[in-house]
């Protein structure tokens, strides 16, 4: 079954930590999305890409960076961890072309402490 | 940059009435899509509209293009406890990545 899928869930760690948020789709599609949002407040784009080797920052500046070596791979990193890095980060994918919706996957809840 | 407005920002409403919720742009868009995220998940696409007027139904949600292109409309028909969740509106113009409004929080009350 086509989906997108995020790992992990949930995540507690400490300050200063490196962590790499996961992030797959076998849709094949070309266009994927990282949307951080706090609970119950709106979404905010931080990076998406356009396909491989394609990375482009969002709307909202974040520490985190992202990378795009295969199709259905999309991870985010973040170098070093803060308190203030605390939120959800949803991914998303999309079809090429106009109009087409984004799918989303589960999100990952971090926590930093 | 660009701006959606989504009204109402929340709304408490009692099982079995019908909901109506908007989202206004200053600006034009060429698509309007609506989400709906239940707590704790991903958004999920609702309804889809690319044309001025277009009028789409999906079970008890119907939704409207507005005329000036520069809105959107969400009706969801005799509401149940499931409809619980934030709603999420987005606009698309040419060439750019959707535009999402701040979404309107829905609780439905037994």
């Known amino acids: 079954e086509a989906d997108i899928y995020q790992t992990p869930r949930y995540l507690v760690i400490g300050t200063g930590k490196k962590i790499t948020l996961e992030c797959s789709q076998t849709m094949g599609h070309d266009k994927m999305y990282w949307y951080q949002q706090d609970p119950g407040m709106e979404l905010h784009l931080i990076h998406y890409s356009y396909g491989v080797n394609s990375t482009e920052k969002g709307d909202l500046s974040s520490e985190s960076t992202v990378s795009r070596i295969r199709t259905e791979h999309f991870p985010l990193t973040l170098e070093s961890a803060r308190p203030s890095h605390t939120s959800q980060y949803l991914c998303a994918s999309s079809e090429v072309g106009f109009g087409y919706g984004y799918t989303f996957g589960s999100g990952t809840r971090l926590t930093v402490v | 940059g660009q701006q959606l407005n989504q009204s109402p920002q929340s709304m408490f409403i009692q099982e079995g009435e019908d909901v109506s919720m908007n989202c206004t742009s200053s600006?034009?868009?060429?698509?309007w899509l609506w989400y709906k995220q239940d707590p704790g998940e991903g958004p999920v696409l609702l309804i889809a509209?690319?044309?001025?007027?277009e009028l789409t139904s999906n079970g008890r949600l119907t939704a409207q293009f507005g005329i000036t292109r520069k809105d959107s409309f969400l009706n969801i028909s005799a509401s149940i406890p499931s409809d619980v969740g934030i709603y999420f509106c987005a606009g698309l113009k040419d060439g750019q990545n959707f535009v999402f409004g701040p979404g309107t929080r829905l609780s439905v009350l037994p």
């Open positions: 600006s034009i868009f060429n698509t």
């Open positions: 509209l690319y044309k001025a007027g």
